[in-house]
Structure formats: structure tokens, C-alpha cells
């Protein structure tokens, strides 16, 4: 059996037959392999092909028919169902295609050729053809060796000759083999690569193409393109819900004014229907109540009750009047006061600027004008002391003027009350009479005060005026003192002190008109409790008639009192006016005498 098989490998033509299958082999599979990349190769050639035909702006245009053929391509079908769900399409039809990802990692070697394709094994036949080539030549070496043994033991030199040519026989088997198992491995080797490069290479410029017509974003940008939409999105919501708002408001204005008004008219016509109809039947109750009351002080009283009730009905609105009057003058003395304190601050602010910014560029003309400026202040800082004394005795005046006139009132009426009191018991004529005088003596007073007040506003305009004169002057002096140099600092300096204690005025003036508004609304508080006060008493006196003395008694006891209190609170206020007036202008005497002692200063250094 030995003897056969090595006869066979002792053949000459065996080697070549063996070498020849494996080139047979290695060209078979190299074949199959070329065959299938081949195929690959021509569905990308399409794929490549239908998309170049399409030029990158009209992409979007033929999406869909790219879409469908890429669809029926067995090699890229799969792979572009995947990408294409990376991809954001336009609303618009000239907008691009935006891609989140690259091609590449949809459409490359792995994803494409490796599960159609056995790479490992193709990859491994070049080692399959050496392994083949030094299995023959293993199998070779053992015949040699078996033919060397025979011709060692071989009796005859023939025999031994015979066995080195079955020796040289059996190297040629073995070399011939591993000679093309290493040929064939080296061009399978070197073909199988260079074919999948150029398969490669052909993917990569598919990726390509489709990266040319379409436009490729990050997720970043699409999530700061978000953040900015959202933003945007924010502020047209805040617009939309205010403009929604008004224009819900001007429509439902414009469509419904005219229609609710035509549907209101019925139902307003219905309520002044009604309104009249209750105000009727008010009116008859408030007649007959009257018409009872009527009777009741005829009976009782006579014609001095009613006297008497038409004079307290005519001293509810007398003192109504009195309180709006007396409201509206302290009103308008706050306001005038404050936008006379804020046009006296402007005007020392505004002065005060332009001193100081003048001051540093007027050194060279120091010489020549000191003296004449010195000549000019002197003036209108005369004036100044002569106005605020003047302002000073017209509102000490004024207050002393305002306390008499309070004091007589209250004596008056304190007076008026005691002699009530006194005739009540007496006789209800007498009652009647007392309440006229205290009537009239109350106008009296009421007039009074109110000559009074527009007095003192008077008084008080008048020294806002002499202010403003003063300002104005003040502001010349500080245009002309504008040229006065380096030696003025300290006149700039006590000017600032001025300033500030003016504000300080200022401040003193609104706190004076802040205390006269007080004044006059707890004055027409007590003016308001002393009407509902007579209003009770009234209402008293009309339940329990028997007790006339004693309620009329309370009557002029309440008015006592909101008179004197009135009175008290009125001698407060002049009292807290003149205190401020006087320290005012106290601090404004001590200002103006630094100031002419600093000028005076100046006017020595300048003459020494």
C-alpha cells in the first residue's frame, strides 16, 4: 500500500498537477470574489449616477424619486431607510436638506459589504493556499526520507541509484507545491485588498455626493436654533397676549357699546322709573315726616321752632361750604408753596452750577472786576434782609391777626351758648333768637376766617414773589461773581451752605403747608362731627320733643367744642408756621451776614 502511494508521488507529473489545482483553486475563489464586488460595485455606480444627475439646488425636488430608487437598491436600501430619518426635511420648497449625521456611518464597509459578503473567509484564503502548498511538501518530505531509506539498505549500487533519483523526485513534490501555494496566496493577497479599497473608495464618494446636496447641522446648533425659537416664540406669546388683550378690549368696545347700549336703554329707562317713583315716594314720607314735625312744633313752640329749623337747615350747608372752600385754599397753598420751594431750589441749583463752572476761567479778570461786583452784591443782599423782615412781620401779623379773629369767635359763640343755656328754661322764643345770633355770629366767623386765610395766602404769595426777585437776583450776582477767581472758594463754599439751608427752608415751607392741609381737614372733620352731631341732636330732639332744653344745650355745646378746637388747632399751625418762618429766616440772616463777611474779606485781601 506504502508501495503504491509513494509510486504515485514518485510520478514527475504530480508536483505540477498538485501546483497547478492550487492556482486553479486560488483563481475559482478569486473569481467568486471578484463576481460579487463586481455587483456591489454596480448598484453603487447607480446609486452614484442618480445623484450626480441631480444638481445640488434642485435636490429637494427629486427627494422623492432619489427616495424610491435608493429604496429598490438591495445594497443601500436598508442603510438609507436608516439615514434617512437623520434627515430634516423643509417646509419650504427652496429651503436645503439639513443632515444631523454623516453618510459615512451609515454607509461603509461594515454596514454594507460584511453582511452580504464572507470578508473572514476571503480575507484567510491566501493563509488556506500556504497551509495547502506545505501540506504537499510535508507529504513530499516523508517520501524522500522513506526513498533515502530504501536506497541505504538497497545490496547493489542499482538499486541504490534508483533510490536517489525517487529522492530527487520527491524534493521536486515538495517544493513545487509550497512554491504555488506561496504564489497563489501572494496574488490573492494582493488583488482581494487592492478591490476592496477601490469598493471603498467608491462608498466614500457616494458619501460624498450626498453630502454635496444636502446641508449638514450639528445637534448643538439645532438645539441653540431651539433655545433661540423658544425665545422668540416667549416674546411673541408676552406681545400676542397684551395686543390680544387690547384688541379684544377695542372690539369688544366697538361691537358692543352701541348693541348693550340699546339693550341698557330699556332697563336704564326702567331704573329712572323706578328712581323717581322711590324718590316720589321719599319725598311724600319726608313731607309728611316734616308736615308731623310741623305740627308737632307748632303745638308745642310756634313759629320760633320753625325759626329755628330753618336756621340749623341753613347752617348744614353754610358749614359744608365752608369746609370745600377751606379745603381748596389749603390745597392750593400746599401746591403753591411746594412748586414755590422747587422753583426756589432749581433756580440756587441751576446758580450754583454755573458759578462753579465759571469760576475756573475767569482768573485774569480778578483785578480789574472785584470792586465793582463787591458794590453790586452789597445791594441786592439789602434787599434781601428788608424782604424776609418784611415776610417776617407780615405773617407775625397775619398769625396774630388769625388768633384774635379765632379767639372772638370762640368767646362769641361761648358766649351765645351760656346765654342759651340761661333763656332755654325760659321760653323757646328766646331759644329761637339765640340760635339766629349764633347763626350770623358763626357767618361772621366763617367770613372771617376766610378774609383771614386769603390774607395770609396773600401775604404768602407776596413773599414768593420777593423770593423769586431775590432768586433772580441772586443769580445775576452769582453770573457776575462768575468772574471772580481762585480767592472766591470760600465764598462758593458758604453759597453751598446757603443752598442747603435754603433747602432746608424748603423743606421747612412744605412742612408748614403739610401742617395747614392737616389744619384743614381735622377742621373739616370737626365741621363734618359737628353737622352729624346737630343732626343727632336734632333727631333726638324731634323723638323726645319734652327734652328741647336739654338737647339745644347739647347743640351749642357741641359747637363750642368744634370751635374751640378748631381754634386751638389753628393757633398750632400759626404757632408751628412762625416758629418755621423764624428759623428760616433766622438761618437765612446768618448766611447773608457770613456772606458779607466773606466778601468783605475779599474786598480787604483785594485792597491789601
Excluded at 379 to 398: R, V, Y
Amino acid at each position: 500500500m506504502m508501495d503504491l502511494f509513494f509510486s504515485l508521488i514518485n510520478n514527475p507529473m504530480i508536483p505540477w498537477g498538485l501546483a497547478f489545482s492550487i492556482i486553479l483553486l486560488a483563481v475559482g475563489i478569486w473569481s467568486l470574489f471578484r463576481f460579487k464586488l463586481a455587483r456591489f460595485e454596480f448598484q453603487l455606480r447607480q446609486a452614484q449616477q442618480l445623484i450626480d444627475a441631480i444638481p445640488p439646488a434642485e435636490f429637494i425636488a427629486h427627494y422623492e424619486q432619489v427616495h424610491e430608487q435608493l429604496q429598490q437598491n438591495p445594497l443601500l436600501a436598508q442603510q438609507w431607510e436608516a439615514f434617512r430619518k437623520t434627515l430634516i426635511l423643509p417646509k419650504k420648497p427652496r429651503d436645503p436638506i439639513f443632515y444631523t449625521h454623516r453618510p459615512d456611518v451609515y454607509f461603509n464597509e461594515s454596514s454594507l459589504i460584511a453582511p452580504r459578503l464572507n470578508l473572514r473567509l476571503y480575507q484567510s484564503a491566501p493563509n488556506i493556499f500556504v497551509g495547502i502548498g506545505l501540506f504537499f511538501t510535508f507529504i513530499g518530505l516523508v517520501a524522500a526520507l522513506w526513498f533515502a531509506s530504501q536506497g541505504v539498505a538497497a545490496p547493489d549500487i542499482e538499486k541504490a541509484q534508483q533510490a536517489l533519483r525517487d529522492l530527487l523526485h520527491a524534493a521536486t513534490f515538495k517544493f513545487i507545491t509550497s512554491i504555488a501555494g506561496l504564489i497563489a496566496s501572494i496574488v490573492f493577497s494582493w488583488r482581494e485588498k487592492a478591490q476592496l479599497h477601490r469598493l471603498q473608495e467608491k462608498i466614500h464618494y457616494f458619501c460624498a455626493s450626498l453630502e454635496n446636496h444636502l446641508t449638514f447641522i450639528t445637534l448643538e446648533q439645532i438645539d441653540t436654533t431651539q433655545i433661540e425659537e423658544n425665545r422668540r416664540q416667549t416674546e411673541q406669546l408676552e406681545r400676542f397676549n397684551t395686543d390680544l388683550a387690547a384688541s379684544i378690549a377695542n372690539a369688544l368696545e366697538d361691537k358692543f357699546s352701541e348693541k348693550l347700549a340699546k339693550a341698557m336703554k330699556p332697563l336704564s329707562v326702567a331704573i329712572d322709573g323706578l328712581a323717581d317713583r322711590v324718590g316720589g315716594m321719599n319725598q311724600n314720607a319726608l313731607e309728611r315726616m316734616v308736615e308731623t314735625f310741623s305740627q308737632h312744633l307748632q303745638n308745642a313752640a310756634g313759629e320760633e321752632m320753625k325759626q329755628v329749623a330753618q336756621s340749623l337747615e341753613k347752617l348744614i350747608p353754610t358749614l359744608d361750604g365752608f369746609r370745600q372752600q377751606f379745603d381748596s385754599s389749603g390745597t392750593d397753598f400746599g401746591s403753591r408753596m411746594n412748586d414755590a420751594a422747587v422753583t426756589l431750589q432749581q433756580g440756587f441749583s441751576h446758580a450754583t452750577e454755573t458759578l462753579l463752572e465759571r469760576m475756573t476761567t475767569t482768573n485774569a479778570e480778578i483785578q480789574q472786576t472785584a470792586t465793582q461786583e463787591l458794590q453790586r452784591v452789597s445791594e441786592p443782599l439789602t434787599m434781601l434782609i428788608s424782604a424776609l423782615a418784611g415776610l417776617k412781620t407780615g405773617i407775625d401779623e397775619s398769625s396774630q391777626l388769625l388768633r384774635s379773629k379765632a379767639q372772638d369767635a370762640s368767646s362769641a359763640l361761648g358766649i351765645a351758648g351760656e346765654k342759651v343755656e340761661m333763656r332755654l328754661s325760659s321760653a323757646s322764643q328766646q331759644v329761637a333768637m339765640q340760635l339766629t345770633e349764633a347763626a350770623d355770629k358763626f357767618g361772621l366767623v366763617k367770613t372771617d376766617i376766610a378774609e383771614i386765610s386769603a390774607q395770609t395766602l396773600e401775604n404768602l404769595r407776596s413773599a414768593l414773589k420777593q423770593l423769586n426777585t431775590i432768586q433772580t437776583n441772586l443769580a445775576e450776582t452769582g453770573e457776575q461773581l462768575s468772574l471772580v477767581g481762585k480767592p472766591l472758594h470760600d465764598t462758593v463754599d458758604t453759597l453751598k451752605l446757603t443752598l442747603e439751608q435754603v433747602n432746608g427752608l424748603n423743606s421747612a415751607v412744605e412742612t408748614s403747608a403739610t401742617t395747614l392741609q392737616g389744619v384743614s381737614l381735622s377742621a373739616s372733620d370737626t365741621l363734618n362731627n359737628t353737622s352729624k352731631a346737630v343732626e343727632q341732636v336734632w333727631k333726638k330732639y324731634q323723638s323726645h320733643f319734652e327734652k328741647v332744653d336739654e338737647d339745644v344745650a347739647k347743640v351749642f355745646q357741641e359747637l363750642s367744642k368744634g370751635l374751640d378746637n378748631y381754634r386751638q388747632q389753628v393757633e398750632s399751625f400759626t404757632q408751628k408756621l412762625d416758629e418755621s418762618l423764624n428759623s428760616a429766616v433766622k438761618s437765612l440772616s446768618s448766611v447773608i451776614i457770613e456772606l458779607l463777611e466773606s466778601i468783605e474779606e475779599l474786598s480787604g485781601k483785594k485792597r491789601g
